[in-house]
């Protein structure tokens, strides 16, 4: 009777935690779109969506406060679902796209194909893309199991070895190449086109979906790859969410690049809202939330520059990670 | 998570070898660095005989690029060389390195602030920025991972040197995203290279390596005692806390100087010790003297191999290491020394 009253608190708390995240997100999208350097009323936020064209108003949000804010949002929500789902899978808080070389196989990916190739525009992106899925491909096969420290470490590895192609790549480049691939190595909203949305709200539509269906198997999951085979789920199941959730990051890196550690924070920030419990709902909230303030810091923290979200996001996750740690060794969780 | 030091048998305890052991190993470090030590002066990327090289003549000057370059790969190769085989009894952790334990980031991290902010450069800056950057992260890196109570393990130490790495990185990023000139100086420097330095650098440099090469052999028993556990060497009458700061400091002086001289140079400080190991055990008196020379060696012929490699093309000594050193990596991860 006692644990059932318990339970149900939980679940309270929970669907409180989820409400709370709906309405930040809500907020912090209006506050995107709305404030700033160019404010808009709410009446005039809808006349102009619907149509009406007013100066300069219209070219503003249509062309650069709106197109941000959408595409941080499904940025947000690919890297946030994504970093939740490896968490959850390795069962490791350090294990997210942006430690195990998902994202530096992507940008190397695609340094290579600016520098080296001379590519540009989609064909970068569908380097990257492939970079991403045959770097993971290599951790994983690698590293022979997903549990344990074995994956991280053997991440850790491959991300120093993409690391150095990168660093290689950029030394013998002239600095105009340079000052381009720069844009695979920090993610950034600045010059965010309609089209490329519409590609990543495409990816974004068929991939969270099959997520949705394969997810069923997750809380099973958790519990280690010897006792979820013992309820009946495999382990291609497994590597089936890890593949789905590296889609995930290579859409969200195609589009934007690389933006830093918002994958690796979303997850922890939605467990401990959660009452520490995983959720993939929570976790691609967190990650729109972190992106929109993120990308409203980057636009206004410096008068007259915008900066790239990526800045925002790398310097502030990097203490994050780094406390996160520190945390879990004092309480003994790191893993 | 549970990490046992089971794995670490090898490392804790001083193997007892043959006395021919170490002969042999001394014998063929001698020779292995005077091959590369030639071969680093003879062979580039640009085919010259000999004879026109020792010549009076216009390709007398590439005798003396090859020469300073030399020189300044037997400095950094010893110096990485002895703060890995220092670093990994310090921390009695097989995967220490100063590039995986976010020591070369800090460095990084620190050079960038000082190009862009204080608007420093030139060599002596440098060496300060980078010195006080590795000190900076060591110990940044070793108080999160030391936060707990089964302490620094292993693999917490490599995980908090990831994250460090991963946190200052992304800072000298931005730093390089907003100063066009930090991009420029960086992105070079960055890269790892003994090439096309002043012979100056050497000779300011060449009196820190000493100083901490010296120190660094001079520890070497201390580095024994400590391998035998904090408890265990207190038992002995060690001051642990006074020698781990001294073994600390070693490396910051090495690891620092070296990566202030030729950038970032990841995995050498990993593979050399590793190596060594193998064939004279874990006894710190050979250990340390033995790693600095391989290390040289390493460097050297891995500079040597960069320049012939892609002709006429270079291939910087800091992407050959990391073209040997991960898949090395990779095999202690999968054999799971670390007892994971």
Same mark, same amino acid.
């Given at each position: 009777m ?7 608190g939980?679940?309270?708390?929970r669907?409180?935690a989820?409400a709370?995240?709906?309405?930040a997100?809500v907020a ?15 009446p ?5 969506l619907?149509g ?7 070219f503003?949000l249509m062309?650069t406060?709106l197109?941000?804010?959408?595409m941080?949002?499904?940025?947000g ?5 994504a970093?939740s ?7 490791n808080p350090?294990a997210s796209?942006d430690?195990v070389?998902v994202?530096?196989? +992507?940008?190397?990916a ?6 080296t190739?001379g590519?540009r525009?989609? +064909? ?7 970079g991403?899925?045959v770097?993971?491909g ?5 590293a022979?199991t997903t549990?344990?420290?074995?994956l991280?470490l ?6 120093a ?5 990168v660093q290689y790549?950029? +030394?013998?480049s002239?600095?105009y190449d ?7 190595l920090v993610?950034s909203?600045n010059?965010?086109q309609?089209?490329?949305?519409g590609?990543l709200a ?7 979906p099959?997520l949705a269906?394969l997810?069923?198997a997750l809380?099973?999951?958790e519990?280690?790859d010897d006792?979820?085979?013992g309820?009946g789920?495999?382990?291609?199941r497994?590597?089936l ?9 290579a +859409?969200a890196?195609a589009?934007a690049?690389?933006v ?6 979303s997850g922890p920030i939605a467990r401990s809202?959660?009452g ?9 909230l ?6 929109l303030?993120?990308?409203y810091?980057a636009?206004y923290?410096?008068p007259?520059?915008?900066?790239p979200v990526?800045i925002?996001t790398g310097?502030?996750g990097?203490?994050f990670?780094l406390?996160?740690l520190a945390?879990g060794?004092?309480t003994?969780r790191?893993? | 998570m ?5 794995g670490l048998g090898?490392?804790?305890r001083?193997?007892?070898t043959?006395a021919?052991g170490p002969a042999?190993?001394y ?5 292995l660095v005077?091959?590369a ?8 990327s640009?085919l010259?005989s000999p004879?026109?090289l020792?010549?009076d003549g216009?390709?007398r000057?590439?005798l003396?690029?090859?020469a300073v ?6 400095l950094?190769g010893t110096a990485?060389g ?6 990994q009894?310090?921390t009695?952790?097989p995967?220490?390195?100063?590039g ?15 190009i ?11 060496v ?7 000190a900076v992260?060591?110990?940044a890196?070793?108080a999160? =991972?030391?936060?707990?109570r ?11 040197g990831?994250a460090f790495?991963?946190?200052?990185s992304?800072w000298?990023?931005a730093v ?10 960086m992105?070079?420097?960055?890269v790892?290279?003994?090439?096309g330095?002043?012979?100056d650098?050497?000779?300011?440099l =060449?009196?820190?390596f000493?100083?901490g090469g ?8 201390t580095l024994?005692?400590?391998?035998l556990g904090?408890?265990?060497?207190q038992g002995l009458g060690?001051?642990t806390?006074r020698d781990?700061?001294l073994?600390?400091l070693v490396?910051?002086?090495l690891?620092?100087t070296?990566t ?19 064939r004279?055990?874990s006894d710190?008196r050979h250990?340390l003297?033995l790693?600095?020379?391989?290390g ?5 012929l891995?500079d ?5 490699v ?5 291939v910087q000594?800091?992407?050959m290491?990391a073209?040997?050193?991960?898949p090395f ?7 799971g020394?670390?007892?994971l």
């Amino acid at each position: 009777m006692n644990t059932l009253t318990v339970a149900t608190g939980r679940a309270r708390r929970r669907r409180v935690a989820l409400a709370g995240l709906g309405a930040a997100f809500v907020a912090a999208f209006a506050a995107r779109v709305l404030l700033g350097d160019y404010t808009f009323t709410v009446p005039d936020f809808f006349r102009i969506l619907f149509g009406e064209q007013i100066p300069v108003s219209t070219f503003i949000l249509m062309e650069t406060k709106l197109p941000r804010a959408v595409m941080a949002v499904l940025v947000g929500l690919a890297l946030g679902t994504a970093g939740s789902l490896f968490q959850m899978l390795l069962r490791n808080p350090l294990a997210s796209p942006d430690i195990v070389g998902v994202s530096l196989g +992507a940008s190397a990916a695609g340094v290579f194909a600016v520098l080296t190739l001379g590519l540009r525009d989609d +064909a970068v992106s569908v380097f990257a893309i492939v970079g991403a899925v045959v770097i993971s491909g290599v951790v994983r096969w690698v590293a022979g199991t997903t549990g344990g420290y074995r994956l991280v470490l053997v991440g850790v590895g491959v991300a120093a070895a993409m690391v150095s192609v990168v660093q290689y790549l950029l +030394a013998r480049s002239n600095t105009y190449d340079v000052q381009l691939a720069l844009r695979w190595l920090v993610g950034s909203l600045n010059s965010v086109q309609w089209p490329t949305i519409g590609v990543l709200a495409l990816a974004l539509a068929v991939l969270l979906p099959l997520l949705a269906v394969l997810a069923r198997a997750l809380p099973a999951l958790e519990l280690g790859d010897d006792a979820a085979a013992g309820l009946g789920v495999g382990r291609h199941r497994t590597d089936l969410l890890l593949l789905v959730g590296v889609l995930l990051t290579a +859409a969200a890196v195609a589009a934007a690049g690389p933006v830093a550690f918002v994958a690796f924070m979303s997850g922890p920030i939605a467990r401990s809202l959660m009452g520490g419990r995983h959720s993939l709902v929570a976790g691609a909230l967190v990650g729109a939330v972190l992106m929109l303030l993120a990308d409203y810091v980057a636009a206004y923290l410096i008068p007259n520059t915008v900066l790239p979200v990526g800045i925002v996001t790398g310097a502030v996750g990097g203490p994050f990670l780094l406390w996160l740690l520190a945390r879990g060794a004092a309480t003994g969780r790191t893993g | 998570m549970a990490v046992t030091t089971t794995g670490l048998g090898r490392l804790d305890r001083p193997r007892s070898t043959s006395a021919a052991g170490p002969a042999t190993a001394y014998a063929v470090m001698l020779a292995l660095v005077l091959v590369a030590a030639v071969a680093s002066v003879l062979l580039g990327s640009r085919l010259i005989s000999p004879s026109a090289l020792f010549h009076d003549g216009p390709d007398r000057t590439v005798l003396e690029v090859r020469a300073v370059r030399t020189a300044l790969g037997l400095l950094v190769g010893t110096a990485l060389g002895l703060a890995g085989a220092c670093m990994q009894g310090l921390t009695r952790n097989p995967l220490a390195d100063p590039g995986i334990l976010g020591i070369n980031a800090g460095a990084a991290l620190a050079i960038v602030l000082g190009i862009s902010y204080l608007g420093v450069g030139g060599l002596q800056a440098y060496v300060v920025l980078g010195l006080i950057g590795a000190a900076v992260a060591s110990v940044a890196v070793h108080a999160i =991972a030391g936060i707990g109570r089964d302490g620094a393990t292993p693999a917490k130490l490599t995980v908090a040197g990831a994250a460090f790495a991963a946190a200052a990185s992304s800072w000298t990023v931005a730093v390089q995203l907003v100063d066009q000139t930090a991009l420029d100086v960086m992105r070079r420097w960055q890269v790892g290279s003994i090439g096309g330095r002043p012979w100056d650098m050497v000779v300011t440099l =060449a009196p820190i390596f000493l100083v901490g090469g010296l120190l660094a052999l001079a520890l070497s028993r201390t580095l024994n005692a400590l391998a035998l556990g904090d408890e265990m060497a207190q038992g002995l009458g060690r001051h642990t806390t006074r020698d781990r700061l001294l073994v600390g400091l070693v490396i910051v002086l090495l690891a620092g100087t070296a990566t202030a001289a030729a950038g970032p140079i990841a995995f050498v400080g990993l593979i050399v010790p590793h190596l060594v190991r193998t064939r004279t055990g874990s006894d710190h008196r050979h250990l340390l003297p033995l790693s600095a020379g391989y290390g040289a060696a390493l460097v050297l012929l891995a500079d040597t191999l960069g320049r012939v490699v892609l002709p006429p093309s270079e291939v910087q000594v800091g992407i050959m290491t990391a073209i040997l050193g991960v898949p090395f990596f990779l095999l202690l991860v999968r054999r799971g020394r670390m007892g994971l």
